[in-house]
Nanobody, 128 residues
Framework: QVQLVESGGGLVQAGDSLRLSCAAS????????MGWFRQAPGKEREPVAA????????AYGDSVKGRFTISRDNAKNTVSLHMNSLKPEDTAVYYC?????????????????????WGQGTQVTVSS
């Protein structure tokens, strides 16, 4: 079973940038889609971004399109989320997740049910 550990969260101001990282261990994750989700207080967890096993395809939630970029380095077993132009509404716990397999379904790959392994999360707080 894969273990996922997120890092890079913190307190930033609106308009700032932040980079989250997720390190996978336990087995190679290069054949699985990867994703980032977030959950704000009192709200349901929502998809942020997903990336195909090769890194050649990505998908984003509507609220982050054009501001966030997901990437992966299969040689290092890491996946990153670059967040620009952060807004107070981006405040949430961000979770890294590994998909059940390698099948890429475009925006459909953002569905939570596509993911079977989750990290513990990292807090991102954006002040206004």
């Amino acid at each position: 079973q894969v273990q996922l550990v997120e890092s890079g969260g913190g307190l930033v101001q609106a308009g700032d940038s932040l980079r989250l990282s997720c390190a996978a261990s336990g087995r190679t994750f290069s054949t699985h889609i990867m994703g980032w989700f977030r959950q704000a207080p009192g709200k349901e967890r929502e998809p942020v971004a997903a990336i195909s096993w090769s890194g050649g395809a990505t998908a984003y939630g509507d609220s982050v399109k054009g501001r966030f970029t997901i990437s992966r380095d299969n040689a290092k077993n890491t996946v990153s989320l670059h967040m620009n132009s952060l807004k107070p509404e981006d405040t949430a716990v961000y979770y890294c997740a590994e998909g059940y397999g390698s099948f890429w379904n475009g925006q459909g790959s953002l569905r939570e049910r596509e993911f079977g392994s989750w990290g513990q999360g990292t807090q991102v707080t954006v002040s206004s």
